[in-house]
C-alpha cells in the first residue's frame, strides 16, 4: 500500500538506486502521490490483475524485492504472483486476522523472507541521520492537508476515508 510508510518507502528505495519501484493502491489519490515521489508506476490491483501487473514489473520477471505494508490478505496472497523466483519479500503490514497463504507456492518459488518489526535503535538512527538532509522535501510532500487543531475529527476522517495522506494539525 501507498500509505505514508510505504511512500516513504519510495523515497528511501530511489535514494538507495533502485531501478524500478512499483506502487501498489487502491486508492487513486496515494497513486499520485507515489509516482510525485519516484515510482516509476503506480498500479491499482483493483483494476488491473495481479498476473498483469507481474508482467508490468522487471520486464515481466516479476519483483526482485517486494515489500507489503498492508497485511492485507490480497496482497499477500498475490506475492507468488507479483514476485519473481527467488525474490526478497519484506513483510512490514500485519493482518488483522489468520488468513490463507498457499504456502506451497511460496516454498516452491524459493522466497528469502524478512519480518520487519522493531528496529535496530543505533544503527536505525546513524542511517536516517545520513538520510535524512537528501530527502527531507520529498517527505514534506506527504502532507496532503494542513488544519487548525480544532478541526482534529475532520482530520482523522480525511485519513480513514483515504482522501488523506497525512495531516499536520496547527495549533
Known amino acids: 500500500m501507498a500509505a505514508a510508510i510505504g511512500l516513504m518507502a519510495i523515497v528511501v528505495a530511489r535514494e538507495f538506486g533502485a531501478q524500478e519501484i512499483v506502487a501498489l493502491d487502491v ?11 519516484g515510482a516509476t508506476k503506480a498500479l491499482n490491483p483493483g483494476v488491473t490483475s495481479y498476473a498483469d501487473i507481474a508482467r508490468e514489473i ?7 524485492v517486494m515489500l ?11 506475492a507468488p504472483q507479483i514476485a519473481r523466483n527467488g525474490a526478497s519479500l519484506r513483510l512490514v503490514g500485519v493482518p488483522g486476522a489468520d488468513i490463507s497463504l498457499g504456502l506451497e507456492s511460496w516454498v516452491l518459488k524459493g522466497f528469502r523472507i524478512e519480518c520487519i518489526h522493531g528496529r ?4 536505525t538512527w546513524v542511517l536516517s541521520h545520513k538520510l535524512l538532509p537528501r530527502v527531507v522535501s520529498d517527505l514534506s510532500t506527504l502532507v496532503s492537508h494542513e488544519l487548525p487543531l480544532q478541526d482534529g475529527p475532520k482530520g482523522f476522517e480525511l485519513i480513514e476515508s483515504g482522501k488523506a495522506v497525512e495531516v499536520v494539525f496547527r495549533p
Open 120 to 123: 535496530k535503535l543505533h544503527e
Open 58 to 64: 522487471n520486464q515481466g520477471e516479476g519483483a526482485d
Open 68 to 78: 507489503e505494508y498492508s497485511g492485507a490478505a490480497q496482497s499477500l496472497q498475490a
Open 27 to 37: 486508492n487513486p489519490g496515494r497513486l499520485k502521490f507515489a509516482e510525485k515521489l
